[in-house]
């Protein structure tokens, strides 16, 4: 093996002995703490949130204040009444201070825009939700995956020295006349070839190893191993398929946030529609003013004034039924986009179940193949010692039983990983399907 390699190993290996064991709890956690999309989900939301006091803003009263003073330079011609002409120049400033209150009586579009607001609202707690499922699925399927790489580490290892023993006892028989050169020839390329193995499991579990630490952006330390008995103890799928579909279109933020962009795109419809209504506004303006016109120079008013201001929308030039059109064309595009999402999760919810149950089956097949290889083994070795099997028929029995330990050992986890995707599609709780698959571990 190349010395950088095995120095990389040697390091990985230090590395994660020499941590505390870190459980898929505090992974989780420690990747939620680091993640970008989260934070960039986070802070989505709370920007959205804002929109709805604004929304709610335009239906409360609204006040201003206004100041104004000019300088007025006045020419003024006139005839008298012997129809001679006068002329004149006058200088002065003018001045007006005025404040208004402003408050929408009627006025059926922001109501709509304001509810529109609200469930923009939910679409962004949905995204914030779906990206935090992802992560938690990420992190646990990344966790798991470390955990299978170093299982075949360990079973590759346990290849090698069986391989070596094996090896070194063809060496002896074949020197001392027994054995044949085939039997050294044979264990010596079970051996080659088992070291070639063990560094493609070895390059598997650095990068799956790197994988989980980007997630986390902090070193790696040494992991929990899978309790297979506490994993086949907690394995009891007595739901049918609908039964998770039907979670699926419940819970899944999928479909939580395509039916508030549904709800949005009718809410905008709505207020479009109702832009053909009249508007109804109540103002109430305190005013005082000074030189206003050339009529009243050096004369103040003070004004107190109360008005309702009636808007009716006549004609916009086709404008407001163009617009009722588009905004019912988004309202059908939702609705469609939120069908075939749900016609697709169906399906992949489908899929999921189907592999967990499989999955199942395949443990159990896997556990009884892997049983029947150890007794093949066994016998296989005590046929040899009474001189009925060579040596090569053992290798082959050894073999058999490392893949139907590799097979049992990626079936495990395989099924760990669809029923964590179940979960997933299904919009199940993840910190809680994170604390039931801590207890899988040891």
């Not at 390699?5 to 420690?30: T, V, W």
């Amino acid at each position: 093996m190349d010395l950088r390699i095995r120095l990389s190993m040697g390091a990985l290996a230090l590395g994660l002995s020499c941590a505390q064991a870190m459980d898929l709890r505090q992974a989780y956690e420690a990747a939620l703490a680091q993640s970008p999309n989260i934070e960039v989900a986070r802070e989505d939301v709370k920007s959205v949130e804002e929109s709805v006091d604004m929304a709610r803003a335009q239906l409360k009263p609204s006040l201003s204040a206004g100041v104004s003073r000019a300088m007025n330079n006045l020419q003024q011609h006139s005839v008298d009444v012997f129809g001679q002409q006068t002329s004149g120049a006058r200088r002065y400033f003018s001045y007006n201070k005025a404040i208004t209150l402003r408050q929408r009586v009627l006025n059926l579009p922001s109501w709509h825009k304001l509810e529109q607001a609200k469930y923009r609202v939910d679409d962004a707690h949905a995204v914030l939700q779906y990206r935090q499922d992802g992560l938690a699925s990420d992190v646990a399927t990344a966790y798991f995956a470390v955990l299978l790489s170093r299982d075949q580490v360990e079973q590759t290892q346990a290849d090698l020295r069986f391989f070596e023993g094996q090896l070194q006892q063809a060496q002896k028989t074949f020197a001392a006349g027994v054995g044949t050169k085939t039997d050294v020839d044979e264990a010596r390329a079970r051996l080659d070839m088992g070291r070639v193995k063990l560094l493609a499991a070895q390059e598997g579990l650095a990068y799956n190893v790197q994988s989980l630490q980007a997630m986390m952006d902090d070193a790696v330390g040494d992991l929990l191993a899978l309790d297979v008995q506490a994993m086949r103890h907690g394995v009891q799928e007595d739901h049918s398929a609908q039964d998770w579909v039907d979670w699926a279109f419940q819970r899944s933020p999928e479909v939580k946030a395509l039916s508030a962009r549904v709800d949005i795109a009718r809410q905008e419809a709505q207020a479009i529609d109702t832009g053909r209504y009249p508007t109804l506004d109540l103002i109430a303006q305190l005013s005082h003013s000074g030189s206003e016109n050339v009529t009243s120079v050096d004369s103040s008013y003070r004004n107190r004034q109360i008005q309702l201001q009636l808007n009716v929308p006549i004609y916009s030039g086709g404008y407001q039924s163009a617009a009722e059109r588009q905004a019912a064309a988004g309202v059908r595009k939702a609705l469609e986009q939120l069908d075939a999402l749900k016609r697709d999760l169906r399906l992949r919810v489908l899929k999921a179940h189907k592999t967990v149950l499989e999955g199942l089956a395949r443990i159990q097949a896997f556990e009884t193949a892997v049983a029947s290889s150890q007794s093949a083994l066994y016998s296989t070795t005590k046929s040899f010692e009474a001189g009925l099997r060579n040596r090569i028929d053992i290798l082959n029995a050894r073999s058999q039983l490392a893949q139907a330990q590799r097979n049992l050992s990626e079936a495990r986890y395989d099924y760990v990983t669809a029923y964590i995707q179940l979960n997933v599609l299904s919009g199940a709780d993840m910190p809680a399907l994170i604390d039931r698959l801590n207890v899988w571990l040891h």
